[in-house]
C-alpha cells in the first residue's frame, strides 16, 4: 500500500487519538488493603492488569491536593476545576494515580499518585499554590530491632508558606518538615485522609516520631549500607 500524504495525516490522527485514549485512562481504582500491600512491598509488577502501577513496581507515592490554595478557602466549583486540571498534568505525565477524600479543616479531595519524583511532587505543589504535599520513598531498614525490613518514608514537604501574609517561597525553594514511616488508622473527624471508605492519617506531629535507625532507598544496591547486610535479619 502506497502512503500517501493523506494516508499518514489519518495515521498520525489515529495515533494521538489512541495516545490521548491511554492518558485518559492513568486515573485508576485501589482498596485500602492494596494501598497496605503497597506499603509493605507486596506488590509485584503486573499483578494487576492494567493498574500495575508501572514496570518496576511501587518505588515512590505522592499524596496532595489542588484544592484551597495557601490554605484559603475556595468554593466548591473552583476546587473542582483545580482537581480536574491536576488530573490532566498528571495524565500528560503519564502518572497513575487515585483520588481519595478526606478532611483537613474542611473536607478536601486529594491524588495519591504512583511513582512520582520529589521535584515532581514539588513543582505540583508550586503550580497549585500548595503550602505541603507528601511524599514518600520505599526504604530498607537495617536494624537488629523487630521491625519490618521494608517500609515507606513518607516527608512532610512545605512548597509555600501557609496563608497569605508571607510571600511565596523561590521556584526551587522547599523544606522538608517532618518524616514518618507508618500510615494508622484513624477514627477522628478532621485531619485525616480517606481510602475506600477507611479514614487514615500519617502522624507527622503525633508522639510517635520516626525510629532514628539507618536506611537505604530500597532500590540503591550500591548504598553505603550494603556492607551491613548480613549482620541483620534478611532483607
Avoid: C, W
Amino acid at each position: 500500500m502506497k502512503l500517501t500524504l493523506g494516508k499518514l495525516r489519518n495515521l498520525v490522527k489515529q495515533v494521538v487519538k489512541e495516545n490521548r485514549m491511554v492518558i485518559a485512562e492513568e486515573e485508576i481504582g485501589m482498596t485500602f488493603q492494596e494501598f497496605k500491600k503497597i506499603l509493605s512491598g507486596d506488590v509485584k509488577p503486573g499483578t494487576k492488569p492494567g493498574t500495575d502501577m508501572h514496570r518496576g513496581g511501587v518505588q515512590r507515592l505522592g499524596i496532595m491536593t489542588a484544592e484551597n490554595p495557601r490554605g484559603i478557602d475556595t468554593d466548591d466549583q473552583m476546587n473542582v476545576e483545580l482537581m480536574k486540571d491536576f488530573g490532566k498534568i498528571l495524565d500528560d505525565k503519564g502518572l497513575q494515580y487515585v483520588s481519595i477524600g478526606g478532611k483537613y479543616g474542611n473536607p478536601e479531595n486529594s491524588y495519591i499518585i504512583i511513582n512520582p519524583t520529589m521535584l515532581d511532587m514539588v513543582e505540583f505543589g508550586k503550580m497549585y499554590g500548595q503550602a505541603v504535599v507528601i511524599f514518600a520513598q520505599k526504604m530498607r531498614r537495617y536494624t537488629d530491632e523487630p521491625a519490618p525490613s521494608i517500609h515507606f518514608r513518607f516527608d512532610y514537604v512545605q512548597t509555600e508558606p501557609d496563608g497569605l501574609e508571607d510571600p511565596k517561597f523561590g521556584p526551587q525553594e522547599y523544606y522538608v518538615e517532618k518524616s514518618q514511616d507508618k500510615v494508622v488508622l484513624t477514627d477522628d473527624d478532621d485531619n485525616y485522609s480517606e481510602l475506600d471508605g477507611t479514614k487514615f492519617t500519617i502522624p507527622f506531629f503525633g508522639d510517635d516520631e520516626m525510629p532514628k535507625e539507618r536506611f537505604a532507598t530500597a532500590t540503591d544496591p550500591e548504598s553505603e549500607l550494603a556492607g551491613l547486610k548480613g549482620k541483620y535479619d534478611p532483607v
